[in-house]
């Protein structure tokens, strides 16, 4: 039997534990390692979930300190288990565990996908902030406007208890509060809920899909609703992927985000509005390159606000998603769009007005620049930028978010919410290749 470390970020690796180690007696998971999100370490997976084999769970330990546990816990394999990742990084952390003596792993979909008994479409991405989610809301659209139940799943964040996140389902906002979301969870569950379809997360995701397709308010098909540039967890009878021309080459340079385009059925080709023609083409020879059969949607995310006159002439501060900026590594977001597009004086730099949590942030990752992410993944970051945001001396706010950021914390400033959806360009549309699907799986659509 051998000894297996899984190097992680409260997500895949739970997944990959659950689908290939958890029943498997030829391996033994003696510890998960944690990077990315804060707080994480120093926690145990359940014995509740770990199943049989692990009656006292399974320890959760800081990535930085991998050598030493390969050496304390006499590892035999590692397994790299997270998503957004330079291919750099993951050799770097390749070359780590082979020079502490073990073996380096990376599970693929044939291991690690579940079937589910409904059609089902995957949404997936080459890198964070592509667009994806506004990609499924409007997959999600175009089959509810042909009277199909649609049930989305959405990549897991579970951040809290973990026995009590094992299915989460979501319907209404309240249900939000209920689960104790944090902001960056808040912000990928609440856009399917105000717009009337059920969304399922959590930790166990057989046991989720089982859930889905069973869910009281009935099921035509499961939309899976990825997150970071992860594979999807189930098995896709569709596979759609997106792509950000603002970060040209990630997609063939950022693991696993080449796997989704490669895997790709279609690819849509995101933000065209806002992005270089130069990159846009750049963009195109490459995914010609990986995959010449895919089908080719061009879109764009135009954008709209509250109020253009809060930002007009005025010094702004520019809150932006917050995995979008720090792991997603982009520069600017649909809160700095906004304030070039509806004429700011100026974008206010928050960087000295951080503290606690956010400071430890810009700290991390350095290339934020002039734009202050909306951590959230406890109560002290939701404090720390409550606290930030009252500091900058700036005359207005622009919340980049895909929330009402006003809900989670009080921006004292005058403030206007920016809010964006994928809009396709000529043709194909994703109207066509969802006509189709729903042809190929003789889905009964209701008479309207």
Not at 207 to 227: F, M, Q, R, T
Not at 397 to 415: A, C, M, S
Not at 434 to 444: A, Q, R, T
Request: charged share 25%; proline share 6%.
């Amino acid at each position: 039997m051998q000894k297996v470390i899984i190097i992680g970020a409260a997500g895949r690796d739970f997944h990959n534990f659950n689908t290939f180690f958890r029943d498997n007696t030829d391996y033994q998971v003696v510890a998960f390692t944690a990077a990315q999100i804060p707080d994480i370490d120093g926690r145990k997976y359940p014995p509740e979930l770990a199943g049989k084999f692990y009656p006292n769970g399974i320890p959760i330990f800081a990535e930085d300190d991998l050598e030493k546990l390969i050496l304390e816990k006499e590892a035999d394999v590692c397994v790299f288990s997270y998503s957004d990742i330079p291919y750099q990084r993951v050799m770097n952390v390749s070359a780590r565990v082979n020079a502490a003596g073990a073996s380096f792993m990376l599970l693929g979909p044939n291991d690690t996908q579940i079937k589910s008994n409904k059609p089902l479409i995957a949404v997936c991405a080459t890198r964070t902030g592509c667009g994806k989610s506004q990609t499924s809301r409007r997959v999600i659209e175009l089959l509810m406007a042909r009277g199909l139940k649609v049930v989305a799943i959405r990549h897991p964040m579970p951040y809290g208890d973990l026995v009590k996140q094992k299915v989460q389902r979501y319907a209404t906002v309240e249900d939000l509060a209920y689960h104790q979301c944090t902001i960056e969870e808040m912000e990928e569950y609440e856009p399917h809920v105000v717009r009337g379809n059920v969304i399922y997360a959590g930790v166990d995701y057989q046991a989720i899909i089982e859930a889905a397709e069973n869910d009281p308010d009935g099921c035509d098909v499961i939309l899976w609703d990825g997150g970071n540039n992860d594979f999807s967890f189930y098995r896709p009878d569709l596979l759609i992927t997106v792509v950000d021309p603002h970060r040209v080459n990630h997609e063939l340079s950022y693991y696993p985000g080449e796997v989704n385009l490669r895997m790709a059925d279609i690819v849509v080709i995101n933000k065209m509005d806002s992005a270089a023609p130069e990159d846009i083409d750049k963009l195109r020879a490459n995914i010609a390159q990986v995959n010449p059969t895919a089908t080719v949607i061009d879109g764009a995310s135009p954008i709209h606000v509250d109020d253009p006159r809060v930002i007009k002439d005025k010094r702004v501060l520019v809150i932006e998603d917050g995995p979008t900026l720090t792991h997603g590594e982009m520069k600017l977001g649909a809160g700095t769009v906004a304030a070039l597009k509806f004429g700011a004086a100026e974008i206010v730099d928050p960087r000295d007005y951080a503290v606690g949590k956010l400071a430890e942030t810009y700290r991390i990752y350095p290339n934020i620049g002039t734009l202050l992410p909306a951590m959230g993944y406890g109560d002290e970051q939701i404090h720390d930028l409550q606290a930030t945001i009252d500091q900058v001396p700036c005359d207005s706010v622009v919340i980049g978010t895909p929330i009402d950021l006003n809900r989670i914390v009080k921006i004292n400033h005058p403030n206007t919410r920016v809010y964006y959806d994928l809009q396709e360009i000529g043709q194909p549309t994703l109207d066509d290749s969802i006509k189709e699907f729903i042809n190929s799986h003789k889905l009964k659509m209701a008479t309207l």
